[in-house]
């Protein structure tokens, strides 16, 4: 049960703990004696700290509460020895939140336990892990918000933190989607099927949203309609998944930093570290490192507000290359006074490549990497066929550096070319040359 249980918890805190529990560890053991004087703690991150401290809560509470209401239950640990006891009611702790496996009979725990094992079931994991659920700084979120409204406080505070309200609207969303969709499904199967108790209906509706796959046996003795609504349930409750995915093919180290949780989600598979937080706070940009990267992307080209706070900060914070994207040409002025060091606007950079390739239907790809040259990527024209390259002199005819080419198209770019290299039919050639060339570039067109 301790190795089951171990495991069910590292796949339910997310992979972005795991490399920051690392790194802080590698930090610790190599850093010297002055350095160390920061304990393990004080270098992790901000959201490991939370969820590492919501784990054990909902862990040694879900616990204590499973013993307190099947202590004298004979049917399930009532009967067992104090050691196997809490063994049991920490292993139904653990795996009600995510795992599905069960050491008790469900239809014997008593009522107030089955609604106990619904509420972790609907908090279920943390983000960025293998874990159903709404997550648990999502009702982490909920909850201090909740408590700012009651005692009418200007801001959401958490442990030094404010949190933006625009993460609780987002936070406070998600909860009141995955009730209504709960209480929905609950109505529709006390309609189609009247006869079940209504407990073991509200157990099998969240464990099939929530994706947690335990049942009170009540599935298999459902109507066909009552099947179907719980296995749509189950489809409702996986939730799937471009920067970060191209760079994590090159063995990029990638920090990921959203306010939305699922966006950190959907990348969880290519990044290093995925850090649910506002970009626009310098002391959030502190403390998950970002003076350490080498670039930073800030995507948020929607809100100016955003992109301009999260640039003017992360050049404060010493980051040597900041990419931002923007929308027009006075956001791109602002963000280049701010201390952006290049600037995208992935509009109009897909329209002209887009123009580019209708006009030369040779070219496979062009990028800008100024206003002066591009790099192109492109089919050679027959007359280039069978020759070699001192044979063709592109760069007095055509004013173009050849620095690689390709076997096929998103085949690896080779670079090691000759004087004697012959060019063949189906290679991607690839190029540097004058932008302005570019336009007029006949050879593009030729078949």
Known sequence: ??????????????????????????????????????????????????????????????????????????????????????????????????????????????????????????IGGSPGGTAGGVKTTTVLVV??????????????????????????????????????????????????????????TLFETISAICTVGVTANLTPTLSILGQIIIMILMFLGVFGTTIAKQL???????????????????????????????????HVLEEIGISDCDVVVIATGSNLEASILAVMHCHKL??????????????????????????????????????????????ADVISLDENISLVEFYPPSSWVGRSLKDLHLRQQYDLNLIGYRQEENAPLKTQLSADFEIQENVILVAIMDSKRLENADFLNED
């Open 318 to 363: 010493g980051v040597p290359k900041i990419v931002a994207k923007a929308k027009s040409n006075t956001s791109t002025e602002i963000l280049m006074k701010m201390g952006a060091t290049r600037i995208i606007n992935p509009e109009k950079e897909t329209g002209i490549r887009v123009a580019k390739n209708i006009l030369h239907h040779k070219l």
């Open 143 to 200: 909850l201090l918000f909740i408590r700012s409204e009651i005692y009418e406080k200007k801001s959401i505070n958490f442990r030094h933190h404010t949190i933006s309200y625009e993460m609780a609207r987002k936070s406070l969303m998600i909860f009141i989607i995955f009730t209504v969709l709960i209480l929905s499904s609950l109505f529709l199967l006390s309609i189609t099927d009247p006869q079940a108790p209504l407990l073991y």
């Open 1 to 122: 049960m301790f190795v089951i249980s171990a495991l069910i918890i590292l796949g339910g805190i997310g992979f972005a703990v795991w490399f920051d529990v690392k790194n802080s560890i590698l930090l610790h053991q190599f850093s010297n004696s002055k350095q160390k004087r920061k304990t393990f703690y004080q270098r992790l991150h901000y959201h490991t700290k939370v969820v590492l401290l919501l784990t054990v809560i909902l862990l040694v509470g879900g616990t204590l509460l499973t013993l307190m209401t099947e202590w004298n239950n004979s049917n399930t640990i009532g009967q067992l020895p104090i050691f196997e006891k809490v063994l049991v009611s920490f292993f139904q702790t653990v795996t009600m939140r995510t795992a599905g496996f069960a050491s008790i009979d469900y239809t014997k725990a008593n009522p107030s336990t089955l609604l106990l094992y619904c509420i972790q079931m609907f």
């Open 248 to 282: 994590s093919q090159y063995d990029c180290d990638i920090i990921a930093v959203d306010s939305q949780e699922e966006n950190v989600n959907r990348l969880e598979a290519c990044i290093t570290k995925g850090v649910i937080a506002d970009i626009t706070d310098i």
